[in-house]
């Protein structure tokens, strides 16, 4: 703790050397509690009378239990992506900054809960490949194909998939190919087009209109008030949506869990990225999550700071090739999902080969 | 030195027990010369049974960082095994895969051939379905070669009566022994048993252990392109000769731990289980078992599996003390998160002491140590006590497969042994376990089937 305790310190005399005020966040806290007020306003998003400000998308499980989420509409506009030179704790990989238009899309208010993510792996988990060669496993998977709703799921996970949390804790330990494939069921589940927010999509709506350092201001002292990280966790995730929200309505943009976006990672990633809606490098080996999660200091917990899978994420798999589908033991990583409005905006499968 | 009585033990007990088995490996290890302890040694590896955790652990070893190791033999019965594990590793690691042609064995006196290609002091891992544990496990003392070798090692009685001569064999001959149950190299528990011993929790007087999750295990019929034995081989979990089932493989670690932070292995099991979901699955498995294991002191651990989608799932043990209780595993095996506190309710309030985070791996942390205690000439044997820990775990399996209590005694003496002629068998064998006129394997009918699990 004691070295936390200096770290914070020493961060917080840095920032004040740049003169940075640090009771922005009080007005920030304000824009907030304006939003929430506006976006209360329900109902599925309406195209002649332009996207409702926000929505509840609610699930019918196969077992007939419903499940609920709060979609909030992200505002299309430009944003500084990156963190400039000399922002404490910042890694190469943030620059340059650049200019960065992003489309309109919704953001789920929250992260995708345990409750959610069990719903989907309880309809989609594969049986077990050996049965794949009999007799009735040809019939299910017939069964399957002739079911619109069906998709393709994830095998069984080794263990337990909440690994001890509830069920309103957010889902952890997935692979980004077992996040994409949970949209993908979600998409044809609802009819709506659900996907990974992209990497620039994340960090604008993580900013929220805000050009500072965690989006409600720059002073890391009010990050336990938006946020679970390593000082204020108690070495867990936490319940989604129990801290305050952004100024755009969005829980937990930083901590609890990592987030998964939809791009490969690379450190070049901002060198020669695309002006609107950038998706991120067409090929790579690991994928971007982004605002930290309940074991990051305060460095990790800044709106532009970027981490990619590592190899350790494998580590509690012990077998080879590892699972496709699960990252066992890990979690601190987890996702939640977007939604486009433009047709022509990015998809779950663009891009990534 | 084998034998469990029901005597009472003290942690007095527990700790000079420990201090002589100790004791005896140190002698040993004074009496025999020193085989592999240079530093500039290359130290050769082969791998036989080459499924997804032969290849993990022979990537973990490929990952020990005090001095050259590299793979040189593969073997499996199957080619797209061998073939798959050739890929995988050589991508991986290829400045220590040193795996030509000709040293892709495959059948099953594959091991033979693998461990030819390695010299006393270099390490075979043993990782195909626990049935064969025994017998390669005789032709690596033979050949004076180290062994890593998977959970379980023996699965039931019988394979636990050859497996502990063999043990002492292995102790005799200086070999450097390790058994994948990782948790035990866990830097936190190590940590935790540290506490309890010294009292931190009080005595303790209860353990729980959960493995709940969804359906595992099952198996549908052979298919028409295989034969019987190849298709048992594949499925291990399935048949209880290949592995003990699914209570042996998925269980082992937890009855294990518990045990070890008990200071004691349990004398005698009472369990309950059964088969509802199976469906037209031909395994020989049940879909729960409830287990209270007793300790020589009379206190229980109390476990429980079950493989049901849709239900409360865990994965998780427990300690219960005198003065407080403890978190041995928080969900699954790795990171542990163990912690100690005050009183039974586990609350943030009456929090002790928590394992600092992040944790290394156990998969990797038991590779380091057993590479280490090779290359420094340490005492590093696990051969009995994965064999015990095999043997307790079969006596909970069978206590819920016959519907009686089990002692160790019973377990151990048994009489049927799953698959007697295993270090016979070649492509051409008939399986150990036949199907009936119905196509269906025999399963366990408690209180039916006293005696015998089938």
Redo the contacts between chains.
């Keep these: 703790m004691l070295s936390w305790n200096r770290f914070a310190y020493s961060i917080k005399k840095a920032w004040g050397k740049q003169g940075l005020k640090v009771n922005r966040g009080v007005k920030h806290l304000a824009l907030a509690v304006l939003s929430l007020i506006a976006f209360q306003c329900r109902g599925a998003p309406d195209e002649a009378r332009g996207p409702a400000k926000s929505y509840t998308e609610t699930v019918t499980t196969k ?1 007939g239990e419903k499940v609920s989420f709060k979609m909030v509409l992200v505002p299309g506009g430009t944003f500084l992506m990156g963190s400039p030179e000399g922002e404490p704790g910042r890694k190469d990989d943030e620059g340059p900054q650049h200019k960065v238009r992003i489309d309109q899309f919704y953001l789920c208010t929250t992260e995708t809960t345990i409750e959610l993510f069990l719903a989907y792996y ?1 309809e989609t ?1 594969s049986a ?1 490949k ?2 794949t ?2 007799e ?2 040809k019939k299910e998977a017939e069964l399957v194909a002739n079911d619109v709703d069906a998709a393709t799921g994830p095998t ?9 949390y509830g069920k309103t804790h957010p889902a952890i330990g997935m692979t980004w190919h077992n996040a994409m494939n949970f949209c993908e069921w979600l998409s044809k589940k609802t009819g709506r087009k659900y996907r990974l927010p992209t990497e620039a999509e994340w960090e604008y709506a993580c900013r929220a209109g805000a050009t500072n350092v965690f989006g409600f201001g720059n002073d890391p002292n009010q990050l336990a008030e938006f946020a679970w990280y390593k000082t204020n966790s ?2 867990e995730t936490h319940e989604v949506g129990k801290k305050k929200t952004n100024a755009w309505g969005l829980y937990d943009m930083l901590g609890n869990v990592s987030e998964w976006v939809y791009d490969f990672y690379s450190p070049q990633a901002y060198k020669d990225a695309a002006n609107t809606n950038p998706r991120g490098p067409t090929t790579g080996k690991v994928h971007v999550a982004r605002g930290g999660d309940y ?1 990051s200091p305060i460095e990790d917990m800044r709106c532009a700071a970027r981490t990619f899978e590592e190899e ?1 994420w494998r ?7 590892k699972s496709k589908w699960w990252l ?2 890990m ?1 601190f990583i987890g996702f939640r999902a977007a939604m486009s409005i433009d047709p022509n905006a990015v998809k779950p499968n663009d891009g990534q080969k | 030195m084998n034998e469990i009585t029901r005597k009472k033990t003290s942690r007095r007990e527990f700790l000079k027990n420990t201090g002589r088995i100790a004791a005896t490996s140190a002698l040993a290890a004074a009496v025999v010369p020193r085989i592999y302890a240079a530093e500039n040694n290359t130290i050769k590896l082969a791998l036989v049974g080459c ?3 032969g ?5 973990n070893a490929l990952s020990v960082k005090n001095g050259p190791i590299k793979l040189v033999a593969l073997a499996d019965v199957f080619e797209n095994r061998v073939a ?1 594990s050739y890929k ?2 050589k991508d ?1 690691h290829a400045a220590q895969f040193d795996v030509s042609e000709d040293r892709k064995f495959v059948g099953f006196d594959g091991y033979r051939k693998a461990m030819d290609c390695l010299n006393a002091g270099d390490v075979v891992i043993l990782a195909t379905p626990p049935a064969f544990r025994w017998v390669h496990f005789t032709y690596a003392i033979e050949k004076g070669i180290n062994v890593f070798m998977e959970k379980p090692i023996t699965v039931d009685g019988p394979s636990t009566r050859k497996f502990l001569k063999l043990a002492e064999e292995s102790v005799k001959k200086d070999l450097k022994v390790g058994v994948g149950l ?1 948790v035990r190299h866990c830097r936190g528990r190590q940590q935790l048993l540290d506490r309890i011993k010294s009292g931190e929790i009080g005595d303790i007087v209860m353990l729980r252990g959960y ?6 295990a ?4 052979k ?1 028409d392109n295989m034969s019987e034995l190849l298709y048992q081989v594949q ?1 291990f979990h ?1 048949f209880l000769w290949a592995s003990g089932g699914m209570y042996s493989d998925y269980y082992i670690h937890q009855i294990d731990e518990c045990s070890w932070m008990k200071g004691a292995w349990p004398i005698e099991a009472h369990a309950t289980g059964g088969r509802h979901y199976r469906g ?2 031909v395994d020989q498995n049940f879909d729960n078992y409830s287990v209270e294991y007793t300790y020589p002191d009379g206190t229980k651990l109390l476990y429980y599996g079950r493989n049901m ?2 239900c409360y ?4 043990s427990y300690a219960h003390g005198t003065k407080g209780s403890a978190v041995i595993t ?6 542990g ?1 163990v912690r100690t506190y005050k009183g039974h309710n586990m609350e ?1 309030a009456d929090l002790i002491w ?1 394992f600092p ?2 944790e290394q ?1 156990p ?2 942390l038991e590779w380091d140590d057993l590479i280490d205690a090779i290359r420094q000439n340490k005492p590093y044997n696990e051969a009995e006590r994965g064999a015990i820990a095999s043997l307790v775990s079969s006596m909970g399996r069978m206590a819920a497969h016959t519907g009686q209590i089990i002692t160790y005694d019973q377990v151990l003496n048994c009489e049927q042994e799953f698959a007697p002629d295993v270090d016979k068998l070649t492509m051409s064998s008939p399986a150990p376990l036949q199907a009936g006129p119905d196509g269906k394997y025999p399963v366990p009918q408690p209180g039916i089937l006293k005696q015998r699990e089938y």
């Design positions: 077992s309880h988990v077990k050996d049965f060669e009999t009735q496993a069984p996970v080794y263990g337990d998939m909440t690994m001890g108690d070495g074991t350790g580590s509690g798999d012990p077998q080879i090739p066992p033991g979690d | 499924g997804g955790r290849n993990g652990a022979a990537s798959s995988g590793l991986k990782m493995r709940m999750g969804g359906q595992a099952t198996t549908g019929p298919p499925r399935s037209n699955n989608s849709g799932s865990a994965f998780s928080t969900s699954s095996h790795t990171p998160k943030k928590a985070q992040p791996s998969y990797q």
